[in-house]
């Protein structure tokens, strides 16, 4: 591969579009798709080449990027590409430890060097090139991609040489069920302080400094408040699948986790509700479900 790779980036929402900007502010060749080219196309004024297919974004590039919504997805677009043998498919999208497996045998089958590489952080940080990357891949060809992971993220942890054990969505898994948690919890705090007369910016200020302040407290309360949902840094519907990934994770190995499983209904009440483009603080809403 040459020193300025071309990237293939298939998946231009939140995240997919973020990188593609910030890989071609880094000086790499980039290329991308989407399913709606429409989505795509504002990243022509980023020096990104848009292409009507993802056949035309995978030719000749030395590194693909799978940033799509889910496993499906995944696989619906990789059979559509000819990517040529030894080209490094990092695999972004997050899925379940099977499908990575299946994604791995896959890629196996045609010449692909497969990573598990799954990300951490939502608009603000992937518009920065500040991701943390969860990887798992073979050492022997991790030079060939660090261009790309290192604009991309802040860091890269590593988790295994073998990406067909899943070791970046294991990791993945445990840091989204933190998040969607933490997100679940600061808007049922909202809508009980709320519903019990209590002035919400008291109990901030209570808690501010405090071992028990967040700023994803206060970023998604004031998100809340302010009606600023929308652009979602991380989607109801995202989250949602992802919640879903965690519990079957999690009851795959013996484990129950109760806050898992209720948080993965209240998005899933919130998505019912038509808000699945919202940020995942619209859970809040799902707290006057009926």
Avoid: C
Avoid at 64 to 76: G, S
Avoid at 115 to 126: E, Q
Avoid at 157 to 177: H, I, P, Y
Avoid at 186 to 197: C, F, H, R, W
Wanted: proline residues 3%; aromatic residues 6%.
């Amino acid at each position: 591969m040459s020193e300025t790779p071309t990237v293939a980036v298939l998946g231009t929402g939140i995240m997919g579009s973020a990188m593609a900007r910030v890989l071609a502010k880094a000086g790499l060749n980039v290329r991308a798709w989407n399913r709606t080219r429409a989505h795509a196309q504002p990243l022509l004024a980023d020096g990104v080449q848009v292409t009507d297919t993802a056949d035309a974004a995978v030719d000749g590039a030395g590194v693909v990027i799978t940033m799509l919504f889910d496993a499906a997805a995944v696989r619906d677009v990789m059979a559509r590409v000819s990517a040529r043998p030894g080209t490094k498919w990092l695999q972004m999208t997050t899925v379940s430890l099977a499908d990575v497996a299946d994604l791995a045998a896959y890629a196996e089958s045609k010449g692909l060097i497969f990573f598990d590489a799954p990300v951490v952080g939502t608009r603000a940080p992937a518009e920065a090139g500040k991701l943390n990357v969860l990887a798992a891949g073979p050492v022997e060809h991790r030079e060939a991609v660090a261009p790309v992971l290192d604009a991309i993220g802040a860091r890269t942890w590593w988790q295994g040489e073998d990406a067909a054990q899943g070791g970046g969505t294991r990791f993945k898994l445990v840091a989204n069920s933190w998040t969607i948690a933490t997100v679940a919890a600061a808007a049922e705090a909202l809508a009980l302080a709320e519903g019990l007369g209590v002035d919400i910016d008291q109990f901030l200020e209570m808690t501010a400094g405090g071992p028990l302040d967040q700023g994803y407290l206060h970023t998604k309360i004031d998100l809340i408040r302010d009606g600023g949902l929308s652009p979602a840094s991380f989607a109801v519907g995202t989250s949602e699948k992802d919640s879903r990934l965690i519990v079957e994770a999690a009851r795959a190995r013996g484990l129950r986790l109760d806050v898992a499983e209720a948080a993965s209904a209240r998005l899933g009440r919130a998505k019912e509700q038509g808000r699945k483009d919202e940020d995942l603080a619209a859970t809040y809403y799902a707290t006057f479900d009926k």
